[in-house]
């Protein structure tokens, strides 16, 4: 089957340009959104067809469609940049696409190609250039999502999907300065297990996080950390974000589990890490492990990553067993945070070819 070409259909009713400045001077995340979106429609014999970027707007819903009652939806994150020159990247799409096909192949959903996922990306970047923050680590943040559109309700993999890409403005994660986050182990509920979804970026996970988070919020936490489903001891993530843990000059982030989604900066931060020297390593680490660490001092700093905050540390750890802390926002830390974001902004070179040029 042929990859469809995307058909633009641009919108004459725009955001008036002092409205957009306006939301452009204090975005938030995920609150305003652009002026457009894509559109690709794949069908069981036909393939993908009707790809368009048409205007932003409401989408109609049968009430029997099968996602409504089975959750076959998923979904990506990433960001577009503008640097000092004026041109527009986004970072790794190529990893975002790959990671849309592994979660679509664990949800019985047909894999959109990886040049198709990038050209609707660039599409959309390059229809709605003007809003592309034009400072720091402001951004356009991308969300392409994929979901079942068949109507009815017998429980069976759908044989019709949307695909889309939305886009938003999103402004820089702590303002005034990197600020440590609390967290509450959760014991009692688990994001994932293996064979699970856990490594599929699926709508479902994120709806049965919901609960233990709100957990960690009533213990005064900013965040959830998730354990392993089996012996609930294991560290695996830090609400929607990968965990690191540093050693002085070693850094280590749980290994893969069978139940942990492979975060794209994760991976990132694992070269730059090695870049800059320091010792790196995937090792199982168990909150006994954590506790004892930063009892002697040998943990010296811990954060997680992620696509809209990039890096954020992790000062204060609440439990069942007792609570502690780590040092704050430590040097290490900082370092991979501003070396990812130069990266990303075009202030550092791309040795590892990570920017995808758009405008």
């Known amino acids: 089957m042929t990859t469809p070409t995307i058909e633009l259909k641009p919108s004459s009713n725009l955001v008036p340009a002092a409205d957009r400045e306006r939301i452009l001077a204090n975005p938030g995340f995920g609150r305003y959104f652009t002026d457009h979106m894509v559109t690709i429609r794949w069908t069981e014999g036909r393939g993908w067809h009707d790809a368009q970027l048409v205007p932003y707007a409401p989408l109609s819903l049968d009430p029997a469609n099968m996602t409504l009652h089975y959750a076959q939806t998923i979904f990506e994150g990433l960001k577009a940049y503008r640097s000092a020159d004026g041109s527009v990247s986004t970072f790794r799409p190529e990893a975002n696409a790959r990671r849309f096909q592994r979660s679509a192949r664990r949800m019985a959903m047909p894999e959109l190609p990886e040049e198709l996922f990038i050209g609707a990306c660039d599409a959309l ?15 356009l943040y991308l969300r392409p999502f994929m979901f079942a559109t068949e109507v009815g309700v017998g429980v069976h993999p759908a044989n019709e999907f949307l695909f889309m890409v939305i886009a938003s403005p999103a402004g820089a994660y702590f303002k005034g300065g990197v600020k440590p986050v609390s ?3 959760s014991e009692e509920y688990v994001r994932a297990a293996p064979g699970g979804t856990g490594e599929a970026k699926a709508g479902g996970n994120y709806a049965s996080s919901l609960l233990a988070q709100a957990e960690a919020t009533e213990r005064g936490c900013d965040q959830v950390v998730w354990l392993d489903g089996i012996e609930r001891k294991w560290v695996e993530e830090m609400g929607t974000n990968n965990l690191f843990f540093v050693y002085g000059d070693r850094i280590v982030t749980p290994a893969f589990s069978g139940s942990l989604l492979a975060g794209i900066v994760r991976d990132s931060l694992l070269t730059i890490a090695s870049d800059l020297g320091y010792e790196v390593a995937e090792e199982r680490i168990s909150v006994e492990d954590w506790r004892r660490a930063a009892a002697d ?20 750890i609440r439990s069942k067993g007792g609570d502690w802390t780590v040092p704050a926002t430590g040097e290490v830390t900082m370092r991979l945070r501003k070396a990812l974001l130069d990266i990303q902004t075009g202030a550092a070179k791309d040795v590892h070819g990570w920017l995808h040029p758009v405008a």
């Open 125 to 139: 970047v390059k229809q709605d250039i003007d809003w592309v923050p034009g400072t720091g680590e402001e951004s």
């Open 183 to 185: 967290v509450w182990i």
């Open 297 to 316: 001092g040998s943990l010296t700093e811990v954060f997680g990553c992620g696509t809209a905050a990039v890096i954020t540390p992790v000062g204060r």
